[in-house]
C-alpha cells in the first residue's frame, strides 16, 4: 500500500539557521498537503501541492514538489522559535502522513 | 465558522472496555477521518466517511469501527480494549475537493488501564 517516508524524525537548529524536512512516497501522489501540528496541539493546514515541480512560498516557508510527484519537501528560512513543532507531509487519495519532523528552536 | 468538535476531550478506561467517540465536523464538510497518534507510530489512518459510507479504511483490526450520521457526525467505537489502544484518537473534516486541507479537532486522549 501506499507509503510516505519523512527525513529527519528530528531536527535541532539554532536560531537564525534553515530548516528543511524530505517527505517521500512509494508512490506517485495526486497532490500533497502539509500540516504543522505544535506541542500539545492538533495538526494544522499549511498547503496543499498539485502540479509536478510546483514551488509555493509562504513567507519564510518554501514548499517543493517534485517532477515525478513522489517526492516533496519544506524549507523554513531562518527558523525562529514560532516555528517550533513537527511537521507532516500527507499524500492524497487516502490522506497517508509521514511520521513527521520534530523541530525544535534554540533561542 | 464553529471548527471541528471532538467528545469526551479526555478519557481513562479499563482493559476489555469498550469506547464510543464522537466528531462534530465542520458545517458543510461531508468528509470525515479518523486518526490514531502515538509517540512512536504518528499519525495512523483509521478511516474516511463520506456521505454515511465508509470510503476508505486503514489498516486496523476489526475492533475499530466507524460511522457516520446523515447530520456527518460521526463516531469511532473500540470494542474490547488493549493497553496499546492508549492515544490521542484525531478527528479530521474536510470540504469535498479537499483542497483548503483538513480541519482537525483536538482529539480525544483515551488512557487504557
Known amino acids: 500500500g501506499q507509503q510516505v517516508m519523512q527525513i529527519p524524525q528530528y531536527q535541532h537548529v539554532q536560531e537564525g539557521e534553515d530548516f528543511t524536512t524530505y517527505c517521500n512516497s512509494s508512490t506517485t501522489l495526486s497532490n500533497i498537503q502539509w500540516y504543522k501540528q505544535r506541542p500539545g496541539g492538533h495538526p494544522v493546514f499549511l498547503i496543499q501541492l498539485v502540479k509536478s515541480g510546483e514551488v509555493k512560498k509562504q513567507k519564510r516557508l518554501t514548499f517543493q514538489f517534485g517532477e515525478a510527484k513522489k517526492n516533496s519537501s519544506l524549507h523554513i528560512t531562518a527558523t525562529q522559535t514560532t516555528d517550533v513543532g513537527t511537521y507532516f507531509c500527507?499524500?492524497?487519495?487516502?490522506?497517508?502522513f509521514g511520521q513527521g519532523t520534530e523541530l525544535s528552536v534554540k533561542p | 465558522k464553529a471548527g471541528v468538535t471532538q467528545t469526551p476531550r479526555y478519557l481513562i478506561k479499563t482493559r476489555g472496555q469498550q469506547v464510543t467517540l464522537s466528531c462534530s465536523p465542520i458545517?458543510?464538510?461531508?468528509?470525515v477521518s479518523w486518526y490514531q497518534q502515538t509517540p512512536g507510530q504518528g499519525l495512523q489512518f483509521l478511516f474516511e466517511y463520506f456521505s454515511e459510507t465508509q470510503r476508505n479504511k486503514g489498516n486496523f483490526p476489526g475492533r475499530f469501527s466507524g460511522r457516520q450520521f446523515s447530520n456527518s457526525r460521526s463516531e469511532m467505537n473500540v470494542s474490547t480494549l488493549e493497553l496499546g489502544d492508549s492515544a490521542l484518537y484525531l478527528c479530521?473534516?474536510?470540504?469535498?475537493?479537499?483542497?483548503?486541507?483538513?480541519?482537525f479537532g483536538s482529539g480525544t486522549r483515551l488512557t487504557v488501564v
Open positions: 479530521a473534516s474536510s470540504a469535498q475537493d479537499r483542497d483548503y486541507g483538513y480541519t
Open positions: 458545517s458543510g464538510h461531508r468528509s
Open positions: 500527507a499524500g492524497l487519495g487516502k490522506l497517508i
